[in-house]
C-alpha cells in the first residue's frame, strides 16, 4: 500500500513538473527561429552574453563578431540583434545567433527585391562545381558558370572579392537556395548603353571599345552595348595578313566609325583612320627610276609585295624579278621577311600603287653582251638544247642564242643538217643580230664560211633569160637549178602560155630550158622563174623587129621569120 502511494506521489510529482515547466518555459519556446533584439549584459572568453527580454539570458560565440584571434568590436551596453535557435541546457541560458540573424535579414531583403525584380549587390567569393558562390550581404547564393557574363570570361579572379550587381533568378528560402545572374544585369545595362549609343553615332566620330572576337576578316569590336566590325584592312596602313598579327581579344582599342546604317545598325570601324595616311606624299618620296630598299611582305603566284615603309608596298611583278629566270614562281627566287634593293618603274598614288623592279638592280645580260659581242663577231659554246626549228647554244650561266636551222648549212636542208648536232657539242657561229627588247641573240653556223652561191646570186637579176635544168618535177610545178647552184621554180601556169601545154609532165629531169628570173631571195638562194613570161616578151620583140601597123604582114609570118631567125642562131651556136 505504502510503495503504491508512493508511486502515485512520484508519477504526480513528475506530471507535476513537465506541467509546471511547460507553464513556465512554453511561452519563450515559441521564439525559436525568430529575431529578436538584445542587449550586451557583459562578456566573457568565449561568449557574449545578452538579455533577450525573456525569462533567461541568452549567449553568442564571440566567433561570430569577429575572426580567431581578432578583437572583437562590441562592448556591454550594446544593442544587437539576434538569432533564437533554441533554449539551452540545464543552465537555462539561451543559444542565440549573430549570424543567423544577419542571414534572416538578408533573406528579408533579398525576397522584397526578387519580388520587385531589383538588382542586389552581392561579391563572387568561391568556386563550386558548376559555377560560383556569391555572398549577398549574409545569404549565400550560387552563381552558374553561364551567368558570369555575356561572352565566355577566360580569367574571373579579378571579379573576385569585388562587390558588384546580381539578378536573381530562383530563391527558395525553404531549402536556402538562392541563383543569381550577373550577365542579366550587363545585357540590360548594355541595351541601355547600345540605345543611347546608336542614338548619338555618327560617321568619324572616335570612340573607345574592346576587341570582342577575331575572325580571319576582321574583328568585332564592343564600343559599349554595341559592336562593330574593324575589317582586316582598316586595321593599319602596313600590310596586316591576319588581324591577329595585331589585335588579341580584351584589347583595349580606339576606332573611327567609317559607316554606320541606321536601319541596320551595322557599324564599319578603322584604327588606320587615326593615324597619317603614308601615301599623301609617296610620288615625290619615291620618283622612278630611284633605288630603295625594302622587306618582302607576301609572296603570290604573279609576284611579291615589298614593303618600302609602314603602310606603303609595292608590287615586283614576276617578269621583273629576273633578266633570266623565265616561268619560275617567285618564292624560288625571294622569300618573306627578306630585304631586298629595288627600283622605282611607276607610281600611281590615286590607287595606291607602286611597280618595282628587282631584275633593275643588276646588269641587263643582253645588254652587256651587245657591247661585248658585236654583229658578225664569233663565239664559242656549248649545245644547250636541239628544239624543232634550231640549236639552243649556252653564252654565259644565264643567257643562250639560237642557230635557225636554216642558218646551220648552205647546202643541207635544215633538219638533215641538224642531224649532224648533238647536245652537249661545243660549237663555234657568227652573231647575226642581239634584240635587247626582245632578249634574243641569233647566231649563224653557216655565216663562218662564204656563201659558195654568193657569186652566182650577184650575176643574176629579174627580168633575165638564163638557162635552167629541170631537177624535179612536182604536181604544181617544175624545179630547176641555174649554175648548178641556185635553186628555182617554175609554176605549172608559168610553163607555157599554152594552157595546154601547161603540163610538168611534159618535162624531164635534166632537161635543159630558158626561162625569164620573176624573183630573187637572196637570202633563201631561190629563184622564181616563167616561162610564159618569156615567149610572151619574145613574141612582142618579134612583132617589133619583124612588122608593122602597115606592112601588111600577118602575125604567122612575122612570128614565123622570128623563130627561123632563132633557129638559126642556135644553130650557129
Same mark, same amino acid.
Given at each position: 500500500m505504502a510503495e503504491a502511494t508512493h508511486n502515485h506521489q512520484d508519477h504526480f510529482a513528475g506530471e507535476d513538473f513537465a506541467t509546471l515547466l511547460e507553464e513556465s518555459l512554453g511561452q519563450d519556446i515559441g521564439f525559436e527561429g525568430s529575431v529578436v533584439t538584445g542587449r550586451i549584459v557583459r562578456l566573457t572568453d568565449d561568449y557574449a552574453i545578452v538579455d533577450v527580454g525573456l525569462k533567461s539570458e541568452g549567449r553568442v560565440p564571440l566567433k561570430e563578431f569577429a575572426p580567431v584571434g581578432v578583437k572583437p568590436e562590441i562592448k556591454p551596453g550594446d544593442m544587437i540583434e539576434l538569432y533564437i535557435e533554441r533554449y539551452e541546457d540545464r543552465d537555462g541560458l539561451i543559444l542565440l545567433s549573430r549570424e543567423k540573424a544577419r542571414r534572416e535579414e538578408a $533573406?528579408?531583403?533579398?525576397?522584397?527585391?526578387?519580388?520587385?525584380?531589383?538588382?542586389?549587390?552581392?561579391?563572387?567569393?568561391? !568556386?563550386?562545381? %558548376? %559555377?560560383?558562390?556569391?555572398?549577398? %550581404?549574409?545569404?549565400?547564393?550560387?552563381?552558374?558558370?553561364?551567368?558570369? @557574363?555575356?561572352?565566355?570570361?577566360?580569367?574571373?579572379?579579378?571579379?573576385?572579392?569585388?562587390?558588384?550587381?546580381?539578378?536573381?533568378?530562383?530563391?527558395?528560402?525553404?531549402?536556402?537556395?538562392?541563383?543569381?545572374?550577373?550577365r542579366a544585369v550587363l545585357e540590360e545595362t548594355r541595351a541601355e548603353q547600345r540605345s543611347e549609343l546608336i542614338q548619338g553615332l555618327k560617321e568619324g566620330m572616335i570612340l573607345d571599345g574592346v576587341v570582342k572576337n577575331i575572325t580571319d576578316y576582321g574583328a568585332f569590336v564592343d564600343l559599349g552595348g554595341v559592336d562593330g566590325l574593324l575589317h582586316v584592312t582598316d586595321i593599319a596602313w602596313k600590310r596586316v595578313n591576319h588581324p591577329s598579327e595585331a589585335l588579341q581579344i580584351g584589347q583595349p582599342v580606339r576606332v573611327q566609325v567609317i559607316r554606320f546604317n541606321s536601319d541596320t545598325h551595322r557599324i564599319s570601324l578603322g584604327m588606320?583612320?587615326?593615324?597619317?595616311?603614308? $601615301?599623301?606624299?609617296?610620288?615625290?618620296?619615291y620618283p622612278a627610276n630611284s633605288r630603295f630598299t625594302g622587306r618582302v611582305t607576301n609572296i603570290t603566284d604573279y609576284g611579291a609585295f615589298v614593303e618600302l615603309e609602314a603602310g606603303v608596298e609595292g608590287l615586283v611583278h614576276i617578269s621583273e624579278m629576273s633578266w633570266t629566270k623565265k616561268n619560275v614562281h617567285p618564292g624560288k627566287i625571294v622569300s618573306t621577311s627578306q630585304e631586298v634593293e629595288v627600283v622605282v618603274l611607276d607610281v600611281d598614288s590615286s590607287k595606291r600603287r607602286i611597280s618595282l623592279g628587282l631584275k633593275q638592280v643588276q646588269p641587263n645580260p643582253w645588254e652587256q653582251f651587245a657591247e661585248t659581242h658585236k654583229v658578225g663577231s664569233e663565239i664559242e659554246g656549248e649545245i644547250r638544247n636541239i628544239t624543232e626549228f634550231g640549236l639552243f647554244i649556252g653564252l654565259s650561266a644565264d643567257i643562250d642564242g639560237m642557230v635557225h636551222m636554216s642558218d646551220l648549212s648552205w647546202d643541207e636542208a635544215g633538219e638533215a643538217a641538224m642531224a649532224n648536232y648533238k647536245k652537249g657539242d661545243v660549237v663555234k657561229a657568227k652573231v647575226l643580230d642581239v634584240d635587247v627588247e626582245k632578249e634574243r641573240i641569233s647566231l649563224g653556223i653557216k655565216q663562218l664560211q662564204a656563201d659558195p652561191a654568193a657569186d652566182a646570186l650577184a650575176q643574176v637579176n629579174k627580168g633575165s633569160v638564163?638557162?635552167?635544168?629541170?631537177?624535179?618535177?612536182?604536181?604544181?610545178g617544175v624545179d630547176v637549178s641555174v649554175n648548178d647552184v641556185l635553186v628555182g621554180f617554175i609554176r605549172r601556169t608559168?610553163?607555157?602560155? @599554152?594552157?595546154?601545154?601547161? !603540163?610538168?609532165?611534159?618535162?624531164?629531169? %635534166?632537161?635543159?630550158?630558158?626561162?625569164?628570173?620573176?624573183?630573187?631571195?637572196k637570202a633563201a638562194r631561190r629563184l622564181t622563174l616563167t616561162i610564159k613570161g618569156r615567149e610572151v616578151e619574145e613574141d612582142k620583140q618579134a612583132i617589133s623587129d619583124y612588122g608593122s601597123a602597115d606592112s601588111g604582114a600577118s602575125l604567122g609570118d612575122i612570128l614565123g621569120a622570128a623563130i627561123r631567125r632563132r633557129n638559126e642562131d642556135t644553130d650557129v651556136e
Open positions: $533573406w528579408s531583403a533579398l525576397e522584397k527585391a526578387f519580388e520587385s525584380n531589383q538588382r542586389i549587390n552581392g561579391t563572387i567569393f568561391g !568556386r563550386v562545381k %558548376g %559555377g560560383f558562390t556569391v555572398d549577398l %550581404g549574409g545569404a549565400m547564393a550560387f552563381l552558374p558558370g553561364s551567368q558570369v @557574363d555575356i561572352r565566355p570570361v577566360r580569367d574571373i579572379n579579378p571579379m573576385i572579392g569585388v562587390a558588384q550587381p546580381f539578378q536573381i533568378l530562383k530563391m527558395d528560402r525553404a531549402r536556402g537556395n538562392i541563383v543569381v545572374s550577373r588606320k583612320q587615326l593615324e597619317a595616311d603614308p $601615301w599623301e606624299n609617296v610620288a615625290n618620296k638564163v638557162t635552167c635544168t629541170v631537177t624535179g618535177i612536182q604536181a604544181n608559168e610553163l607555157s602560155r @599554152d594552157k595546154a601545154e601547161q !603540163r610538168p609532165e611534159r618535162f624531164s629531169v %635534166g632537161e635543159r630550158i630558158d626561162a625569164k628570173i620573176v624573183t630573187v631571195d
